[in-house]
């Protein structure tokens, strides 16, 4: 089946620190792959995706690779800020299995100034 | 281009109470996609529907709830004789077409049972 596994949190990093956020998927199709963002009292934001094995997505600074050799789409950036801080959630879709979305239980970030 | 809108953002019902959520997908979105976010848990699906038809309601619980979208006005889903336990927040997400793999969030209901 379908199945996302993310870095528990929480995760407390200090402004302008380096951010990885691990996640690995298992998939019985070829997936696409997500990270979303939470803010708080807020919905979830896409920020960043990758269709197929060896993209990159990017945005704001943050990128994944799609690593499909290790079923990972880590999220990584370089210099964290304050306004970083916020729940990140990595995801998967799998069209051969329907359009539903899995979930990865989240990742809280706080960054201190 | 306004997003995906729900209503309430927080609705409050005592046990045995009925609960109507309201979704409206963005602009050209034929597509709704419900999940319920337990607290400290990631997203759950419950269903999946197209314009008055449901295509996917594998994770809907078979008793209580029930989601609709009519040819006209949003999304609904219902919980009827609410518990405490179905206290979280509910996620409705749009996507323009079956094939599409980006689905787009809106801001969610939180939902409180006392």
């Known amino acids: 089946g379908n199945s996302v596994t993310q870095m528990e949190g929480p995760v407390t990093l200090s402004e302008e620190a380096f951010l990885t956020i691990n996640c690995t998927y298992t998939?019985?199709?070829?997936?696409?792959l997500f990270w979303y963002v939470q803010y708080p009292g807020e919905g979830l934001q896409l920020l960043l995706k990758?269709?197929?094995?060896?993209d990159k997505g990017s945005n704001k600074g943050f990128e994944a690779t799609y690593r499909k050799e290790t079923t990972s789409f880590h999220l990584e950036k370089g210099s964290v800020q304050v306004s970083d801080s916020a729940v990140y959630f990595c995801a998967l879709s799998d069209r051969s299995t329907g359009n539903q979305f899995y979930f990865g239980t989240g990742t809280s970030l706080t960054v201190i100034p | 281009n306004a997003g995906v809108m729900q209503n309430p953002r927080h609705l409050v019902r005592r046990r045995g109470q009925e609960a109507r959520l309201r979704c409206s997908p963005m602009k050209g979105h034929s597509h709704v996609y419900w999940y319920r976010q337990l607290p400290e848990e990631g997203l759950k699906f419950m269903v999946y529907l197209q314009k008055e038809n449901i295509i996917d309601e594998s994770g809907m619980p078979k008793e209580r709830f029930s989601a609709e979208f009519p040819k006209e006005g949003p999304s609904i889903l219902r919980i009827q004789q609410v518990v405490r336990g179905d206290s979280a927040a509910y996620f409705c997400a749009s996507s323009r077409d079956r094939v599409a793999d980006t689905q787009y969030f809106g801001p969610g209901t939180r939902l409180t049972v006392l």
């Open positions: 990758a269709t197929k094995a060896d």
């Open positions: 998939a019985t199709g070829y997936p696409s």
